[in-house]
């Protein structure tokens, strides 16, 4: 069928929701990786319930149209690009909270809630759902559960696997299934809900997800600030600090040309040449004790440490770390990566981020939450496109993060980005068998092709 | 190919593994549900190695052979029975802890080390595995994954899903796939290892874990008994409890006729008729503080309570939770059930259970997890089946729990025990979908067989 006639289907079924103004259109072509498909999409569909998802893939199926589903379009993977001829499935409409339950620790949501919307929400019901993104003012919950994505408190308090129940699934062809359940044990068949979470849109399109929520954490947080000669000293004192037992909310290692970009973006005076700072946060009832503690773990491992007693104080020493992301775009385009390594393997990984800079000519900015292993080595470059050279440094660290025992993404996702490397760490056999599964919930691959395991 | 042909295949590739006397055939037909496949399989074979388990399964493909995976045999769902025909494959000798890391919290393991032995190995390096199933000295890790198994500990420290980074698999061709990390976070391609968690021996054969551990909680414990007029005030309170805020380590349900079933097999001076009972246990450094506030909202809900202290004492209250499964055995064959609600709905499920004791004529004495919702109601009957008056009481008993959005089982798994009533929680179309995946893994369906999936 032809497109016209494909977007003729879509006006007369969901009329107002269907949108093909050139400045949408152009918009759903990229994400915040600053990468952007090829040619453009036929249409928005602005979906508010659903019954319209339902009738979008119905209508997608019947015409074998491609489908994007898309929240905010603030991954860093190329995961909700659309291109050339297919139909963007917008759920970041569908943003109610359905159900609030303190009693059962859950909430019903639908997918395109802000993550902060939704704390803010919970906040008067004593109530958080732990997954913190740094996007998380501007991605949608139905985004975060279908990247898998993580944020600073994960070593603490869990990754979005850790915090859902279950979701509600619209399959390629409109059927509708419910997965999981309300209840804290559940082993009915298969685990389904933790398989579409992290499945980047291939599986279906997320239309609910009951949450799994934490109590808000009592008593003062206490912030701690600890800067050392160099980053391997810095990764190694944060190994040192979950070695020696102790669980920080937050820990986060920031190298020195990080804090300059930072430094000098919100007009600080230059931090010293080479210094690397970890910012470590701790919280709960025993906040002051496990704070004391790690600062003696830090003081031995050569660090020069300042504690913030109170909450004001302790937000501006993270200000410097949230500032990243905006001081990296200051200096061009930037390629976010995203391995993940076991803990004791983070100055390994500085190592190795090390040679890869001398053998490249080039700097990585990076930063890491060092509490989970997870680091962001920033590859800066001018214009849209990811120069050759650059994709050969990348490659480089990827296969060192495997090397280590590392795994290519801990909380962006695969998307387009990365797809050329998944074989590498599944190995093809596990590869072809995902792609495979896949094909059991989309049988004429329609849903985001092109993306995770496209060859 | 004739069963005589296939065990001459076993026996010619896995010689002094292959166990082919009556005995062994005839122990492999039973877990511990109380129920038995019809017949007997050919051969058990007692891998020692990856290989061995290859080996099997490459004979079992090429002679369309069905293969039952087994651990320690201590199911309570029939997912380990092994009947007419197929090859028994025991991975319980594979029983090494391959390695610890304290600095990353995790340890490599193969499937048949017990879940006990493995604690008591890392309590050297002040660490656990959080998962406790009541089996825990006689279960293996292996056989707690299969099945997704909980425990007492899971609302405060998660169930298996939430304790398992990666899973070595083989699949029914015998091919061997790396699944899943070993770094806090990790989102490369599909969550195959959750998949895996809890689907009891249809995807493929478990050959070694990578476990995520937590450290020994430091503190001693306290233990709080709470004794109620009647079961829906002891459910009520422990509903007000989590309510409340309060997350004790432990809080387990006991109703009369659960109570007074173990005070006659313990030889104890009779209950009060008609009395319930919770026995709630904190931890940590506030385990003090905790152990008081919860013992207010359990007075205030009309309990009279007791504190223990010390660890010994509050042991002596635990024990009679944990005599319970022998006192059921005492009373005639048991068919123990698992449903699990959301936590405000226990005192609704505890209405239900009175009123299908009353319209059966039966006496079905009830535990329950109930920190975490989950309630194992016993069937108690005389001689080997389970008789049809029993499953329709069961069968009322399941209807009950869904309509409270509950599941059908909490932590034992569907086995051949709730297969007929697995599409009722799931869907027709989702069961389908489920179906197909297992055949993704297992064209041929080789693989446990009539358990789970079959209609």
């Known amino acids: 069928m032809s497109r016209p006639e494909v977007v003729a289907r879509l006006l007369a079924a969901l009329g107002d929701r ?99 919307d939704l704390n803010r929400a919970l906040q008067s019901h004593g109530l958080w759902w732990a997954p913190d993104p740094a996007s998380r003012e501007i991605s949608t ?58 499945s980047e849109g291939t599986l279906g399109v997320i239309v609910g997800a009951t949450l799994k929520l934490r109590r808000l954490v009592p008593g003062e947080v206490r912030t701690l600030a600890a800067t050392f000669p160099d980053v391997r000293a810095a990764a190694a004192a944060s190994a040192a600090v979950t070695a020696a037992g102790l669980q920080p909310a937050i820990m986060e290692l920031m190298d020195a040309a990080s804090l300059a970009a930072v430094h000098a973006l919100l007009r600080l005076p230059g931090p010293t040449p080479g210094a690397a700072q970890l910012t470590v946060q701790t919280d709960g009832p025993a906040a002051e004790g496990e704070a004391n503690a790690i600062g003696a773990v830090l003081r031995t491992a050569g660090g020069t440490v300042s ?13 410097i770390r949230r500032a990243m992301h905006p001081a990296m775009e200051s200096l061009g385009t930037t390629l976010i990566e995203d391995v993940s390594v076991p803990r004791s393997a983070l100055p390994a990984m500085f190592d190795e981020i090390d040679r890869i800079e001398r053998a490249y000519g080039i700097a990585i900015p990076t930063v890491a939450h060092a509490g989970d292993g997870n680091l962001h080595p920033n590859f800066v470059f001018e214009g849209p496109e990811v120069p050759p050279r650059i ?48 094909r059991v919930f989309d049988p004429a691959g329609i849903l985001n092709p092109g993306k995770v395991f496209a060859s």
Chains 1, 2 share one sequence.
């Open 391 to 438: 994709w050969d440094a990348a490659d480089d660290l990827f296969r060192a993060a495997l090397r280590l025992g590392g795994t290519l993404t801990g909380e962006h996702g695969i998307g387009v980005l990365k797809r050329r490397w998944l074989a590498d760490e599944l190995g093809d056999d596990q590869w072809q068998l995902q792609r495979d599964i896949t």
């Open 141 to 198: 919950v139905g985004g975060n559960i279908a990247t898998g994505a993580g944020g600073l408190l994960c070593a603490k308090y869990g990754v979005v696997r850790d915090a859902v129940l279950g979701l509600d699934l619209v399959l390629a062809d409109g059927r509708l299934l419910h997965l999981g359940h309300r209840s804290v044990k559940g082993v009915t068949g298969l685990d389904l809900t933790s398989l579409v979470i992290g």
């Open 307 to 319: 504690i913030a007693r109170d909450a004001a104080d302790g937000e501006q020493l993270l200000a």
């Open 18 to 116: 269907v949108d093909t103004t050139e400045s949408a259109l152009e918009r759903a072509r990229a994400d915040k990786s600053g990468h952007a498909a090829t040619g453009r999409p036929i249409a928005v569909v602005r979906a508010r319930s659903v019954e319209d998802v339902q009738a979008t893939l119905r209508i997608a199926t019947a015409t074998a149209t491609p489908v994007v589903t898309r929240g905010a379009g603030t991954g860093l993977a190329g995961g909700a690009n659309a291109g050339d001829g297919e139909i963007v499935l917008s759920v970041r409409a569908m943003d109610r909270m359905l159900e609030v339950r303190p009693d059962d620790l859950l909430a019903v949501v639908e997918p395109g809630i802000l993550n902060a």
